[in-house]
């Protein structure tokens, strides 16, 4: 069960970087039901992936700096 709350978490999480609709780490960790810190594990997760995730301060969004495609 673990694993699938993850991939569901993670598929969010990658819907929501392509929208750049992500809000702060806070806001994101309130949106999917974890902690900031959970937060920072995913996207590290997703980084180790390949992902080239990154926080955009303007927007208060993460992104992806180019076309990536999440794959389990």
């Known amino acids: 069960m673990q694993?699938?709350?993850?991939?569901?978490?993670?598929?969010r999480l990658d819907h929501l970087i392509r929208r750049k609709s992500t809000g702060s780490p806070a806001q994101l960790?309130?949106?999917?039901?974890?902690s900031e810190a959970t937060i920072?594990?995913?996207i590290q997760e997703?980084?180790?992936m390949g992902a080239p995730i990154k926080y955009c301060r303007e927007?208060?969004?993460y992104k992806y700096e180019k076309d990536y495609e999440l794959e389990f």
């Open 46 to 48: 997703l980084k180790d």
């Open 29 to 34: 960790a309130n949106r999917l039901g974890v």
């Open 59 to 61: 927007r208060q969004s």
């Open 3 to 11: 694993i699938q709350k993850f991939i569901s978490r993670t598929r």
């Open 40 to 42: 920072y594990r995913y």
